[in-house]
């Protein structure tokens, strides 16, 4: 298995500002990803982290919005940009190791936008 | 575009009971399922991975099922305890997307001492 961690655990943050959330896994997976959770629904993917490209953004999600880096194979960026009350929501980090079927996630960054 | 669906949304059930939940899918070519607990304000937790090929896998009281055919997986849950109090969420990873999962809106788990 992977073991997943993420900082900040949590933020309150302003309208306006930007919040980078840094992911960091203690084995290198070949896959990561990147999700939001809003208040009281489910999982949907914002994009998958890329090494050393370019992330690929899902339907609705832009680069402007959130950036993402990926330097290497155990960590990753998402910033969220210009904040809004609407972007407060939970965003987990994803990972899949090589030759096992299993999704990890992180423990999540819960982030309140005044 | 897939689509997953969880019934019931919320289950309260007494201490020791066994339960079921109910996850169903509409595009049938997946390539796997995956079912998950997540405690309140926190992340996810694996908990059973089915393989398209498999019918069920077991772990301890849980015991998951895959109907791929018909789009159903189950989650069943023996003599509960109040620490299985959590939202169960299932997702699928369709063959063609990578590895890209697709997640129902989860059941909310109640377990009453």
């Known amino acids: 298995s992977a073991v997943i961690s993420q900082k900040p655990s949590r933020d309150i943050c302003q309208r306006g500002t930007s919040l980078t959330i840094q992911c960091q896994v203690d084995?290198?997976?070949?896959?990561m990803f990147w999700y939001r959770q809003q208040p009281g629904q489910s999982l949907t993917l914002i994009a998958t982290?890329?090494?050393?490209?370019?992330?690929?953004?899902e339907s609705g999600f832009v680069i402007d919005k959130f950036p993402i880096s990926r330097p290497n194979l155990t960590f990753s960026t998402l910033t969220v940009s210009n904040m809004s009350p609407e972007d407060s929501s939970i965003y987990l980090c994803?990972?899949?190791?090589?030759?096992?079927?299993?999704?990890?996630f992180g423990p999540g960054t819960r982030l309140t936008v005044l | 575009k897939q689509e997953v669906t969880q019934i019931p949304a919320a289950l309260s059930v007494p201490e020791g009971e066994n339960l079921v939940l109910n996850c169903s899918f509409t595009?049938?070519?997946?390539?796997?399922l995956q079912w998950f607990r997540q405690d309140p304000g926190k992340g996810l937790t694996s908990l059973l991975l089915i393989q398209s090929s498999q019918r069920e896998q077991t772990s301890g009281r849980l015991n998951a099922s895959l109907d791929k055919s018909s789009g159903r997986s189950t989650l069943y849950i023996a003599a509960s305890q109040p620490g299985d109090s959590a939202t169960y969420l299932c997702?699928?990873?369709?063959?063609?997307?990578?590895?890209?999962?697709?997640f129902g809106e989860g059941t909310q788990l109640t377990v009453n001492p």
């Open positions: 982290a890329n090494q050393g490209s370019e992330a690929t953004y």
């Open positions: 997702a699928v990873r369709k063959e063609t997307s990578g590895s890209r999962l697709t």
């Open positions: 994803s990972g899949r190791l090589a030759g096992i079927p299993q999704q990890f």
């Open positions: 595009d049938s070519a997946i390539y796997n």
């Open positions: 084995s290198q997976v070949t896959m």
